[in-house]
């Protein structure tokens, strides 16, 4: 076992002994400034994407606000009318669309927090 590995270190260190000699430096910088530069288009498109997700996220959110505030007053009225089974509709669908609003809460906060870290 121990002649396997004395050899497996010959190898390997002979190897490695090619590969130093043939690396040149300026080569190796060349490509690592590549290499970065496409690492920093990703990370840009990224934050672009997880920014665009947010700003979706927050209008979605505003939009579930808005109809629900548009399904209470239609609720005040259909009360105003004396309408009761309308009312109760009316506030059904605005119980959906707060749910909606109080789901995209969290969400966008986490997305904030993606976006900061980015």
């Given at each position: ?23 040149d ?9 590549i ?59 605005r ?6 609003e ?17």
């Amino acid at each position: 076992m121990g002649l396997l590995d004395r050899i497996s270190r010959l190898v390997r260190a002979n190897i490695n002994t090619l590969l130093n000699g043939a690396e040149d430096p300026e080569q190796v910088l060349q490509q690592t400034v590549i290499d970065m530069q496409s690492d920093l288009i990703s990370m840009r498109q990224a934050v672009a994407q997880a920014i665009a997700t947010q700003k979706r996220s927050e209008r979605q959110c505003e939009q579930a606000a808005r109809n629900a505030r548009e399904w209470y007053n239609r609720a005040q009225l259909a009360l105003n009318k004396n309408d009761e089974a309308t009312a109760r509709e009316a506030l059904s669908r605005r119980q959906t669309y707060t749910q909606t609003e109080q789901a995209l809460r969290p969400q966008i906060t986490r997305q904030k927090e993606v976006v900061q870290q980015l």
